[in-house]
T-cell receptor, first 114, second 113 residues
Framework: GDSVTQMEGPVTLSEEAFLTINCTYT??????LFWYVQYPGEGLQLLLK?????DKGSNKGFEATYRKETTSFHLEKGSVQVSDSAVYFC?????????????FGKGTHLIIQP | ETGVTQSPTHLIKTRGQQVTLRCSSQ?????VSWYQQALGQGPQFIFQ???????GRGNFPPRFSGLQFPNYSSELNVNALELDDSALYLC????????????FGPGTRLTVT
């Protein structure tokens, strides 16, 4: 079945550092890919998405490129802020109309120190 | 525009009991999906309802059941609670069954003792 693997956390960085959170996936078809963010005590918020190969999703300074050849969707940001501290989830949706729901990775806890 | 809301926020139940969790969809959304998020894990898909019918189901036993109402609000029912059912339960709404624009509620934290 479908699966998502993302780097283990916690990831601790200083403010203004460059961020990469790795995400790779296994899927039988051509899934849509997502990054969600979860702040403490809150639900999930969609951060960005890409629906086909070579698409780049971007939002709030974060970006990720759908790489079909490496089955990856790594999250990057050039200069992180303390307010970016949260748990980040990579997820995929197959193309069967969503009837299988989203498949999530285990999440990466990001801690940004001032 | 009202976002996705869930009730209650927290709940404590005893093993063997039954529980009902509620979700109100974002305005205009006709699809609701439910997820279970165990501590330190990513959410796992329970099932999806589209226009009041179950449209898809994850790897959860039949004691997990749901309803969707004509106003597209939804309930998740869990019978015969087990300790491993302790988790954050998230609902997410979208317009249509494709998941490219799915909005999550804040969740209900269920503790089974």
């Amino acid at each position: 079945g479908d699966s998502v693997t993302q780097m283990e956390g916690p990831v601790t960085l200083s403010e203004e550092a460059f961020l990469t959170i790795n995400c790779t996936y296994t899927a039988t078809g051509y899934p849509s890919l997502f990054w969600y963010v979860q702040y403490p005590g809150e639900g999930l918020q969609l951060l960005l998405k890409a629906t086909k190969a070579d698409d780049k999703g971007s939002n709030k300074g974060f970006e990720a490129t759908y790489r079909k050849e490496t089955t990856s969707f790594h999250l990057e940001k050039g200069s992180v802020q303390v307010s970016d501290s949260a748990v980040y989830f990579c997820a995929l949706s197959d193309q069967r109309g969503g009837a299988d729901g989203l498949t999530f990775g285990k999440g990466t806890h990001l801690i940004i120190q001032p | 525009e009202t976002g996705v809301t869930q009730s209650p926020t927290h709940l404590i139940k005893t093993r063997g009991q039954q529980v009902t969790l509620r979700c109100s969809s974002q305005s205009g959304h006709n699809t609701v999906s439910w997820y279970q998020q165990a501590l330190g894990q990513g959410p796992q898909f329970i099932f999806q309802y589209y226009r009041e019918e179950e449209n898809g189901r994850g790897n959860f036993p039949p004691r997990f059941s749901g309803l969707q109402f004509p106003n597209y609000s939804s309930e998740l029912n869990v019978n015969a609670l087990e300790l491993d059912d302790s988790a954050l339960y998230l609902c997410a709404s979208s317009l249509g069954v494709r998941l490219s624009e799915q909005y999550f509620g804040p969740g209900t934290r269920l503790t089974v003792t």
